[in-house]
Nanobody
Framework: QVELVESGGGLVHTGDSLRLSCQVSGRAFISDLVGWFRQAPGKEREFVGRISLSTADTSYSDSVKGRFTISRDNARDTVYLQMNSLKIENTAVYYC??????????WGRGTQVTVSS
């Protein structure tokens, strides 16, 4: 059974930093990739970035490149999303997802990030 649980969200101000965590259970059932996504109010869910659990290779959307960093701690089965220089438009529910069968099949319930001025 695969379970992903996000944590670390909250209310911050513009320019602040925040680190989200994604605890992955049942890792054997997912492929090598874990992704981060977000959904802002009234908008579709969008890709933020992803990481290879084996190599730690990462890729990011252009909108967060240079400000957000994804990392993993395999000993803790945890993937992190470090967000720096947060902007109001980064307000969203952030989700992590595990890839299986070529698609992001397993999703967490999300954690709310609110950035205020």
């Amino acid at each position: 059974q695969v379970e992903l649980v996000e944590s670390g969200g909250g209310l911050v101000h513009t320019g602040d930093s925040l680190r989200l965590s994604c605890q992955v259970s049942g890792r054997a059932f997912i492929s090598d990739l874990v992704g981060w996504f977000r959904q802002a109010p009234g908008k579709e869910r969008e890709f933020v970035g992803r990481i290879s659990l084996s190599t730690a290779d990462t890729s990011y959307s252009d909108s967060v490149k240079g400000r957000f960093t994804i990392s993993r701690d395999n000993a803790r089965d945890t993937v992190y999303l470090q967000m720096n220089s947060l902007k109001i438009e980064n307000t969203a529910v952030y989700y992590c997802a595990g890839l299986a069968g070529g698609q992001y099949l397993y999703w967490g319930r999300g954690t709310q990030v609110t950035v205020s001025s």
